[in-house]
């Protein structure tokens, strides 16, 4: 809510030794994070969700930008986030299986 996450996930890069993105990437989170925590600020998300940033897939060099994890109805849920800095999208109608 007050821009310091960003900047902080790039000092923990840093001081972790974790390969620092480009500036597009830290400028596409500056970007990106303030509109995550209105998102999970939101009340009618419950207080013991989990939210991971710049998690880290294992075995792989890959991250994901956001996943936020919680139960509903006694079922375990995971909900992955990868924002874009798109100008312009189209949606497209819902495939059906």
Same mark, same amino acid.
């Given at each position: 809510m007050? +821009? !310091?996450?960003?900047?902080r996930?790039?000092?923990l890069?840093?001081?972790?030794? %974790?390969? =620092?993105?480009s500036?597009?990437?830290?400028k596409?989170? %500056? +970007?990106s !994070?303030?509109?995550?925590?209105?998102?999970?600020?939101?009340? =009618?998300?419950?207080? @013991?969700v989990q &939210?991971?940033?710049?998690? =880290?897939? /294992? !075995?792989t060099?890959?991250? &994901?930008?956001?996943m936020?994890?919680? *139960? #509903?109805?006694?079922?375990?849920?995971v &909900?992955i %986030?990868? /924002?874009k @800095?798109?100008t312009? *999208?189209?949606? #497209? /109608?819902?495939?059906r299986?």
């Amino acid at each position: 809510m007050n +821009n !310091l996450i960003a900047p902080r996930i790039d000092e923990l890069f840093k001081e972790l030794n %974790v390969w =620092r993105e480009s500036d597009g990437e830290f400028k596409s989170r %500056v +970007n990106s !994070l303030p509109g995550m925590a209105n998102i999970i600020s939101d009340t =009618r998300i419950d207080d @013991q969700v989990q &939210v991971a940033l710049e998690y =880290r897939i /294992p !075995l792989t060099s890959k991250r &994901v930008d956001f996943m936020i994890g919680g *139960c #509903i109805d006694g079922n375990d849920n995971v &909900v992955i %986030v990868e /924002p874009k @800095q798109w100008t312009e *999208c189209t949606a #497209i /109608p819902r495939l059906r299986a």
